[in-house]
């Protein structure tokens, strides 16, 4: 018995924001965000839209593209780090939404490495026997993450203002992370197949918390008392902190490692890889890890340049285009591999 991924979908926001909509609100350029990361654009949502309504359009697609209904589905895996609500998670407001049943749904947070550990849990659901489809989703909503009261609305062409000087200051004085982020949603329907020759064949995942303060949001923790305050807000500690260079060099040497050892493991060579699917946060470090592992540039897509870094959604965003493009074919062997807060990373072998 395999786990299989029989559809796809996305969801993504309708509000386009290219790096020269970022310059109207801060001292950026789209030369200056080009150079760093390999980024032109990305998708805002829209006030309200959160990361379970992005979920639910690429969970509906994902359905549709697999043939099956909600009535179908006997467990939900939603990752994210950016939930409509601090408690409860995504997992019962789109089982409610979308009318499944009253099935299990899984609320896991592993931030950019979310979907590679549903993957791994689906595997474990379906292979156990406990569980016959499952629905996995990726989805984040980062934007409320960036303080842009002071120019939100500018760069999604609601206001055609222009921000003041101290606005301008402190977007600039976040602009290393805020660049970066985008909005959207990638699922997939996985499902119990008896076929050896396909499916999930194996993955491997890691967490090292010995620097969780490389990437981290520093406020709004249940440390603190109260969890929030305005202290923190005028402080900027729900804003994500990075140490950019540091989690280049983890990215660049662990996620390699991981696919090595996932190769192993079944006995297959990097070279057999015929797609890598490296989590979309940096152009560079997509670069990096496809040098470190000696694949070629046609084995290692990216889409970087037009979503930007979506966390949990990189993964089956961009795994959703290659099938939707025909790069995936029956037979190829696939793996994802990511890195991201924690730390977390690890990959996973996947016969198409």
Known sequence: MRAIITGSGIGIPKNVVTNEMLSRIMDTSDEWIRTRSGIEQRYYADPGEGSAELGMIAARNALAAAGRETGDIDALV??????????????????AKMGFGEIAC???RQQCSGFLYGLDLADALIRSGKHQRVLLIGAEVH???????????????????QVTPEEYAANTAIRDRT?????GAGAVVIEAVDD???????????????????????????????????EQIDASDPIPVMEGRAVFKEAVSRMPAAVRAVCEETGADVADIDVLIIHQANLRIVEGVAKQLGLPPEKVPHNIERYGNTTA????????????????QPGMLVCFTTLGSGLHWGAALYRA
């Open 106 to 108: 899984y609320d896991i």
């Open 313 to 328: 959604g990189t993964l089956p965003i961009l795994y959703h285009e290659l099938i939707a493009d025909g790069r995936i």
């Open 78 to 95: 939603f990752a994210t780090m950016t939930p409509n609500y601090f408690f409860p998670g995504n997992g019962p407001v789109v089982q």
């Open 143 to 161: 934007t409320p993450f960036m303080p842009w009261e002071n120019g939100w609305d500018i760069t999604i062409g609601r206001d055609d203002r």
């Open 196 to 230: 050896e020759s396909r499916g999930l064949l194996a993955t491997k995942l890691f967490t090292d918390g010995s620097n969780v303060e490389a990437l981290y949001v520093p406020g709004v923790g249940f440390r603190k008392r109260p969890y929030v305050s305005r």
């Open 179 to 183: 660049v970066l982020f985008g909005d």
